[in-house]
């Protein structure tokens, strides 16, 4: 069955450092996203991406944080200055038009140190 | 305000109960989509159902059934005899408007604890 999947499980950084979380999306998806969950809270949409650009984002999406279909499979999240309060889980979705269900990885832990 | 609100936080049963998971949401469109996903220990977030606006039919899905009513903006979900495995955190989402690629609004989720 086909799956998202993220790389890596686990990324340890220290604050300031330039990270970039990487995720595979369902091959014939359109239409990808990122969302955040802080630890024991909701997951909070960052941002949405269509035809090679951002759709949407939230306010936390701010300048530190970009997106990126590199080589039209791979789909990036770059934080470039980590900080404190940029710890969470980052899942990565992928959808398609017709069925409007968005398939999420199994997720990339940041710990900011 | 919140758009979707599950006002359960956590939930403990013992095997074989029946529990049934709350979502309340709120929205001004008249076309959205209610989702469930269960998220396991493992963390990853797994898709259990969508309903959209139109379609209030409810529906049972082996020990899983969902109760959708507009009238009181509820999306309920149902475990029947529920297992060991069924122990997760369960979030419901709402998706706005009629495009098929909008956000999705993620409740606080309820930690359901299955004892044997």
């Known amino acids: 069955e086909p799956e998202v999947t993220q790389t890596p499980s686990h990324q340890v950084t220290q604050m300031g450092q330039e990270v970039i979380l990487r995720c595979v999306p369902i091959?014939?998806?359109?239409?990808f996203y990122w969302y955040r969950q802080i630890l024991g809270q909701k997951v909070e949409f960052l941002v949405s991406?269509?035809?090679?650009?951002?759709?949407?984002k939230s306010e936390i999406f701010d300048d530190q944080f970009s997106v990126e279909r590199p080589d039209g499979s791979n789909f990036t999240l770059k934080i470039r200055s980590t900080k404190l309060e940029d710890s969470a889980m980052y899942f990565c979705?992928?959808?398609?038009?017709?069925?409007?269900?968005?398939?999420f990885g199994a997720g990339t832990r940041l710990s900011v140190l | 305000a919140q758009k979707v609100t599950q006002a359960q936080t956590e939930i403990s049963v013992v095997e074989k109960e029946d529990v049934t998971l709350d979502c309340v949401y709120e929205?001004?469109?008249?076309?959205?989509?209610l989702f469930w996903y269960k998220q396991p220990p493992s963390g990853e977030l797994v898709f259990l159902i969508r309903?959209?606006?139109?379609?209030?039919q409810n529906e049972i899905s082996g020990r899983y059934s969902w109760n959708f009513q507009k009238s009181t903006s509820s999306f309920n979900f149902t475990i029947t005899a529920s297992q060991v495995v069924d122990s997760a955190v369960y979030f419901c989402?709402?998706?706005?408007?009629?495009?098929?690629?909008?956000?999705?609004?993620f409740g606080s989720g309820t930690k359901l604890n299955v004892k044997p």
């Open positions: 979705a992928s959808g398609d038009r017709a069925e409007n269900i968005q398939y």
């Open positions: 989402a709402l998706s706005e408007g009629v495009y098929n690629f909008n956000k999705f609004y």
């Open positions: 309903r959209n606006s139109f379609d209030e």
């Open positions: 929205t001004r469109d008249t076309t959205y989509y």
């Open positions: 091959s014939n998806h359109l239409y």
């Open positions: 991406f269509y035809n090679n650009e951002i759709s949407e």
